[in-house]
């Protein structure tokens, strides 16, 4: 049966590449707009609603998305699922450069985003479960794709969502470690939450763009991780045309 699936695309993933576009749609929601109108096409027999979290051209900081807006106008697009797209660094040994990941955890280490839709003010005051942050079913959607198509992947990890737009210390990325956190990105966060919070299953799929500071020898360059954003997207393209085809 015909699903309605939403991918949320980050960094290196600002336009859908792969399906047929059929519309594109700029929705308006009673918290704001959302970064960029949702690209709605069909894509190995599933209907897909891609949504460039930082906008296109990419131009949103982390903690200046609207996640509320984007997450509302999924909603109103009736989707029944969400993979996010995220660019991240790599803390744990088996996440070196280009490696790709499905995380099962998350920290958030965010602050001064509008994270709920709970608030007392949009919504009453309610509390959610979020003691497994990603959707289990979408969680192995992608785990078996790739094992279909000989993708290699993490199917562990821990993502701690960080403020961003600046990459952080050796000494943050130390007490993440400690923390027991094995990938660090800026976007996963409040976005798991609110899609938990609309009741859309949703999981992450990252792609690991740099070793985390302290990780390697050396500074970390925008050279260095754009060049593996154009390596590894073509990789991420297949295992979600993998994962759609097996929906």
């Known amino acids: 049966m015909t699903q309605r699936i939403a991918i949320i695309g980050g960094t290196g993933l600002t336009q859908l590449s792969g399906p047929t576009i059929q519309d594109q749609v700029w929705l308006d929601t009673p918290l704001g707009r959302p970064s960029a109108p949702i690209v709605v096409g ?54 070196g450069s280009g490696v790709l990941v499905v995380p099962k955890q998350i920290i958030d280490y965010t602050s001064g985003r509008e994270a709920t839709f709970f608030d007392g003010e949009y919504q009453p005051l309610e ?6 942050p990603y959707d289990e079913g979408v969680r192995q959607r992608l785990v ?11 199917d562990f990890g821990v993502y701690a969502a960080t403020q961003g737009p600046r ?20 976007t996963g966060m409040p976005e798991a939450a609110l899609a938990r919070e609309l009741g859309i299953p949703y999981a992450s799929l990252c792609l690991v763009v740099n070793p985390a500071a302290g990780k390697s020898d050396g500074l970390i360059t925008m050279e260095e991780i754009t060049a593996v954003l ?3 997207m073509g990789q991420v393209r297949d295992l979600l045309a993998a994962t759609l085809r097996h929906w």
């Not at 296109?56 to 509302?72: D, Q, S």
């Not at 990459?167 to 800026?186: F, K, N, S, Y």
Request: glycine fraction near 8%; aromatic fraction near 4%.
């Open 42 to 95: 069909e894509w190995e027999g599933q209907t897909v609603y891609f949504l460039a979290r930082h906008g296109h051209p990419h131009a949103i900081p982390p903690h200046k998305i609207n996640y509320r807006a984007n997450l509302l106008a999924l909603q109103q697009m009736d989707v029944d699922a969400i993979i996010a797209v995220n660019a991240v660094g790599g803390i744990h040994d088996d996440m």
């Open 230 to 232: 154009n390596d590894g």
């Open 127 to 132: 509390h959610i479960d979020l003691t497994h």
């Open 167 to 186: 990459l952080e210390t050796i000494a943050e990325i130390v007490r993440l470690e400690r923390d027991g956190c094995d990938l660090v990105g800026m």
């Open 144 to 154: 078996h794709a790739a094992q279909d198509c000989d993708i290699p992947v993490c």
